[in-house]
């Protein structure tokens, strides 16, 4: 199994959900609010301010998936994040050594 993140801006994720439910076999994602700035290197601060207020929001996205769903849904997420323009976000993909879906079970007793 694999984890797919991706921090992707605000106004994508409305599309990116609507992508990512259409995938047959789409296992679901998190979704959380996150803040970053770039590189230093790509852009040097004109003032104080602008470099302690440079980051921008973001939102984090997490998919547990399997294997061979893993790479689709890659391609989706960044055929849906991509503007052209920097700071449009980033996505990896770690390896998933286990993972266990936590459901509602029914209990055969008195709890």
Do not use: Y
Not at 5 to 11: E, L
Not at 56 to 80: G, M, S, Y
């Amino acid at each position: 199994m694999k984890e797919i993140h991706a921090v992707i801006r605000p106004q994508k994720l409305p599309r990116l959900r609507e992508v990512l439910r259409a995938v047959p076999g789409f296992p679901g994602m998190t979704i959380s609010k996150a803040a970053g700035c770039g590189s230093t290197i790509r852009h040097t601060p004109n003032s104080i301010k602008e470099e302690l207020t440079d980051f921008t929001e973001k939102l984090r996205v997490e998919i547990i998936a399997p294997d061979e769903l893993a790479d689709v849904l890659v391609d989706h997420i960044v055929q849906v994040a991509t503007t052209g323009q920097t700071g449009d976000g980033l996505v990896w993909v770690t390896e998933v050594q286990r993972a266990v879906f936590i459901r509602k079970t029914v209990s055969s007793g008195s709890d």
